[in-house]
């Protein structure tokens, strides 16, 4: 390279090959043309329009009479309302969900804590687990015991051939 610059000193500037960059510019054109122009634009246009129009929203009195207000009315703009009932939970269901895993929880240590104590009280005893013995019965033995003997004669030991 050098060389070859050297020789056409001459030349203002030398040409180098490099790959086309027409593939890779035109998936960058379409993806930001679906990702932002289709994507972002339109829910960024839609926030600003509706936090223009209708602002923050108020908080009321409790109401006496009626219908009891829903958990998604007391979030503060009308998107996160619209997201909350769709798509979010209520407090209730969340200190629900949160309680429930709690007690899933502390009744899975409490197993692991009578596991690692009976682990320890059968290490210190020299005991075994008991309820793990199944009975064999006599008859598995006896068919165990004809197949070794089948395998056992089904091949001739190396230099007894019979003549």
Known sequence: ????????????????????????????DVTHFYFIGLGALPILLAVAYNSIKYGP??????????????YWQFERTPIRQWWSKHFGISDIEHHERTMAYRVRSEILGRWRQIEARVKHLESE????????????????????????????DQYEEHGHYSQ
Do not use: M
């Open 57 to 70: 929203c108020e908080l009321k009195d409790y109401p006496t009479e009626g219908p009891p207000p829903r």
């Open 125 to 152: 005893r020299l005991d075994y687990k008991g309820w793990t013995y199944q009975p064999v019965s006599a008859t598995w033995i006896d068919y165990g015991r004809w197949i070794a003997e089948q395998q056992r």
């Open 1 to 28: 390279f050098l060389v070859a610059q050297l020789r056409n000193s001459e030349h203002a500037a030398i040409f180098r090959r490099r790959p086309g960059q027409l593939v890779v510019n035109r998936i960058k």
